[in-house]
C-alpha cells in the first residue's frame, strides 16, 4: 500500500521561505508514470495544485506560483519537497502531497494517494 506522509513547520512568518517534505512508503518516487505533486487548500477555498515532479525527476509548475516556488526530489530517502519562498498570509492553507499517473490532469480524481494534509500558517 503506498501512503505519502506531509511534514512542514506549521507557522511561517510573513517573507520567509515555506519548506515541505513528503515521504513516501510502499513505492518507489522512481516508480516508472509516477508523478508526485503538492497541492494546498486555503481555508474556505478549493484546492490549487501548485507543482509536480515525475519519475525522472521532470518538473512542472503552476504559472501563478512559478516564480516562488521550487520541487525537488530525495531519492535515497524516497522522498520529495516543495519550497515557496517569500511567503505572505494569503499562503496559508493546508498543504498536501498526492501521486498521480499522468502530469496533466483532468480532475483531482486522477490522484490516486492524498496524504493527510500539513496545516500552515503564515503569520508575524
Known amino acids: 500500500q503506498v501512503q505519502v506522509q506531509e511534514s512542514g513547520p506549521g507557522l511561517v512568518k510573513p517573507s520567509q521561505t515555506l519548506s515541505l517534505t513528503c515521504n513516501v512508503s510502499?513505492?518507489?518516487?522512481?516508480?516508472?508514470?509516477?508523478?508526485w505533486s503538492w497541492i494546498r487548500q486555503p481555508p474556505g477555498k478549493g484546492l490549487e495544485w501548485m507543482a509536480v515532479i515525475a519519475f525522472d525527476g521532470r518538473t512542472y509548475y503552476s504559472p501563478s506560483l512559478k516564480s516562488r516556488t521550487s520541487i525537488s526530489r530525495d531519492t535515497s530517502k524516497n522522498q520529495f519537497s516543495l519550497q515557496l519562498s517569500s511567503v505572505t498570509p494569503e499562503d496559508t492553507a493546508v498543504y498536501y502531497c498526492?501521486?498521480?499517473?499522468?502530469?496533466?490532469?483532468?480532475?483531482?480524481?486522477?490522484?490516486?494517494?492524498w496524504g493527510q494534509g500539513t496545516q500552515v500558517t503564515v503569520s508575524s
Open positions: 510502499g513505492a518507489h518516487i522512481t516508480t516508472r508514470y509516477a508523478v
Open positions: 498526492a501521486r498521480s499517473g499522468v502530469v496533466y490532469f483532468q480532475s483531482w480524481g486522477e490522484f490516486d494517494v
